[in-house]
């Protein structure tokens, strides 16, 4: 019996493990019992999209810990202090680590709760224990072993579902093994020889997008390129001081309490600091490499602006592409060796691993309701706190998903927990008289 399961153990509940021990040490003798469960085989966190000199877009101190406790062992400045690298990246002048660089920071972060983590463990179900009802005070998650299939059953009080984010693919297009999705990409990318790629096509108007095809105009130095982009060019990212005021850890309160005109708002003014946007490094070189082509008079790197995939058909190892263009509808069939949707993610969906209990979760215009702890609001059949890491965009604004809040969100989760936990205790003093005893 745990007092918390985690499922999945990306950055979120990584970040809340950190938070419940940090919690359990600052002397409240408030000890919560916490296991975490990742049906990945290790742990990684976009490791496909680790490019070679790709940035991360938010400041070092976003890290896992910093803004909710500015002297935590596990920040990124003690991981760079162990590592013996602090002088040096200081010396960097630079906010902004590699990517590579910040995932072995996660990666050192996550070795230190090696006895709380079962990796290729995948959490099927989640269900009340003892048939439900209010007089069921835990919960019971199925846990599948991913690799010989065999299920156990672990018993938790609350639980937090971090599942991470869902690749999306565009209607009727499905990935095979040379349609790709960002979140697949270097895997696939080392599957296939680099000789067998001549001509390969890149769709998206984002990050991952430019970044995808910065990297393959370098790594096929012979291939031909193209960007199918739905806008008439890279939007650059608003990374200015007042706009990024919006990942502010205050402004999930002015998201969460404010008016609909407020959260319209959010969104109207500020979807371009993280959504369908690129850095302006990234665009400038990619807008150079083109310039110079042009001069050379020789082109291999292609951009289609206005245009969207109508079909793809595949034919041994060649896939044909119909794009059309949304100026004058003409429509051009790209022959390619392999084609990258870097087409974003949905939000996760814990109705699926809620089953029946997502019954017990009032919604709001078919979403699921939110407490501003990040806790599912529940009916009182289901006493357990459902909390959520992710999927919360609606309620919480554009950080939900992001690492830029990681730090406080997850303290607050843990806050939150630790007070249930206590009335729970409180509950079941002998003698004690409570509503449900009366």
């Not at 070679?52 to 810990?65: E, G, N, V, Y």
């Not at 209990?357 to 979403?367: E, I, M, N, T, V």
């Amino acid at each position: 019996m745990y007092d918390v399961v985690g499922v999945g153990f990306g950055p979120s509940n990584l970040s809340l493990a950190i938070a419940l021990k940090e919690q359990a040490a600052d002397g409240t003798g408030r000890k919560i019992s916490a296991a975490f469960f990742e049906r990945q085989p290790a742990f990684g966190w976009h490791k496909n999209m680790l490019l070679p000199s790709a940035t991360m877009q938010i400041s070092f101190l976003k890290d896992l810990a910093t803004f909710r406790n500015p002297v935590s062992r596990f920040s990124f400045v003690s991981y760079l202090h162990e590592s013996g690298r602090l002088t040096q990246f200081v010396n960097n002048q630079d906010f902004f680590p590699t990517r590579q660089e910040f995932h072995q920071y996660l990666e050192w972060a996550q070795a230190h709760f090696g006895e709380s983590v079962s990796y290729g463990s995948e959490v099927v179900s989640v269900r009340q224990a003892g048939g439900g009802g209010s007089a069921s005070r835990h919960l019971e998650l199925e846990v599948r072993d991913v690799a010989d299939g065999s299920s156990r059953l672990v018993h938790a009080r609350h639980v937090v579902i971090s599942t991470g984010l869902v690749p999306r693919m565009p209607d009727g297009m499905e990935r095979d093994e040379r349609v790709w999705h960002s979140s697949e990409f270097l895997t696939r990318f080392r599957s296939v020889g680099s000789d067998e790629l001549k001509s390969v096509a890149v769709v998206g108007a984002g990050q991952s997008a430019a970044e995808i095809t910065r990297f393959l105009h370098d790594a096929l130095p012979h291939a031909q390129v193209h960007s199918i982009v739905p806008s008439y060019g890279y939007s650059v990212a608003d990374d200015t001081p007042f706009a990024n005021q919006v990942f502010d850890p205050s402004a999930v309160d002015d998201y969460y309490y404010g008016t609909d005109q407020t959260r319209e708002a959010f969104w109207r003014y500020h979807k371009n600091t993280n959504y369908s946007v690129v850095d302006t490094d990234v665009i400038r070189d990619l807008h150079r490499r083109s310039y110079e082509e042009e001069v050379r008079g020789y082109r291999r790197l292609h951009f289609h602006s206005l245009s969207r995939v109508d079909s793809i058909q595949r034919m041994g190892n060649e896939t044909l592409v119909s794009i059309r263009s949304l100026l004058d509808k003409e429509t051009q069939v790209l022959n390619v060796d392999a084609l990258v949707f870097a087409t974003g993610y949905d939000e996760m969906d814990p109705t699926r691993l809620l089953g029946d209990l997502a019954a017990l979760c009032p919604r709001d215009d078919g979403h699921l309701q939110v407490g501003r702890d990040y806790r599912l609001v529940t009916d009182p059949e289901l006493p357990c706190a459902v909390y959520l890491q992710g999927g919360t965009e609606r309620t919480h604004g554009l950080t939900s998903s992001l690492l830029s809040n990681i730090a406080t969100r997850s303290g607050e989760i843990a806050a939150s927990l630790a007070d249930r936990l206590h009335a729970d205790r409180e509950r079941a003093l002998p003698g004690r008289v409570t509503e449900e005893t009366v």
